[in-house]
Antibody, heavy 120, light 107 residues
Framework: QVQMVQSGAEVKKPGASVKVSCKASGYTLTNYYMHWVRQAPGQGLEWMGI????????TYAQKFQDRVTMTRDTSTSTVYMELSSLRSEDTAVYYC?????????????WGQGTLVTVSS | EIVMTQSPGTLSVSPGERATLSCRASQSVSSNLAWYQQKPGQAPRLLIY???TMATGIPARFSGSGSGTEFTLTISSLQSEDFAVYYC?????????FGGGTKVEIK
């Protein structure tokens, strides 16, 4: 069955970077897009960007354009999201989410989430 | 950038009653609208896509309707497991956007 397993919780200082991994199984990474969505404590969902599992092309939300990098490693079926210049407002649970179909940008499968805490 | 607005923010409903949740887009998203359910400590779960198509395994008491800028999620008879937060999401334009959520709580 389709499953995404994310890396563990992180605690970072302001100004640092964090890299979260998302290992996919049960399907072929290159056949689907993967998104990253975050959720601050007690808040709603915020879309960060998308990576094409095949070609690795990316589209980022403008808010994160200068600070986020999404990559993938097809040999290990793993997608990565790196966020730099962290600030306290980046404290959130970060989810990878796969599109439900190979088309259509709605999220049928989610990782378990990775809590990133930014604190001095 | 499309802004998604959900109402009400909180809906108090008794088990067995009907719940109607609204989602409005700041401009037309055609039928490119999805609904998710999220329970505390869990990732969201896809309920509906294409405004009205149920995802696999979703109970028939959930239904979605609407197009353009106005959408509705209806839960025909609330069960105990349905008390959660519900989000709409448009995927017609970049950037993809979620509504702020509606919390369905026990009355």
């Amino acid at each position: 069955q389709v499953q995404m397993v994310q890396s563990g919780a992180e605690v970072k200082k302001p100004g640092a970077s964090v890299k979260v991994s998302c290992k996919a199984s049960g399907y072929t990474l290159t056949n689907y897009y993967m998104h990253w969505v975050r959720q601050a404590p007690g808040q709603g969902l915020e879309w960060m960007g998308i990576i094409n599992g095949s070609g690795g092309t990316t589209t980022y939300a403008q808010k994160f354009q200068d600070r986020v990098t999404m990559t993938r490693d097809t040999s290990t079926s793993t997608v990565y999201m790196e966020l730099s210049s962290l600030r306290s407002e980046d404290t959130a649970v970060y989810y990878c989410a796969r599109t439900y179909h190979s088309f259509g940008y709605y999220f049928g499968y989610w990782g378990q989430g990775t809590l990133v805490t930014v604190s001095s | 950038e499309i802004v998604m607005t959900q109402s009400p923010g909180t809906l108090s409903v008794s088990p067995g009653e009907r719940a109607t949740l609204s989602c409005r887009a700041s401009q037309s998203v055609s039928s490119n609208l999805a609904w998710y359910q999220q329970k505390p400590g869990q990732a969201p779960r896809l309920l509906i896509y294409g405004a009205s198509t149920m995802a696999t395994g979703i109970p028939a008491r959930f239904s979605g309707s609407g197009s353009g800028t106005e959408f509705t999620l209806t839960i025909s008879s609330l069960q105990s497991e349905d008390f959660a937060v519900y989000y709409c999401q448009q995927y017609n334009n970049w950037p993809l956007a979620f509504g702020g959520g509606t919390k369905v709580e026990i009355k």
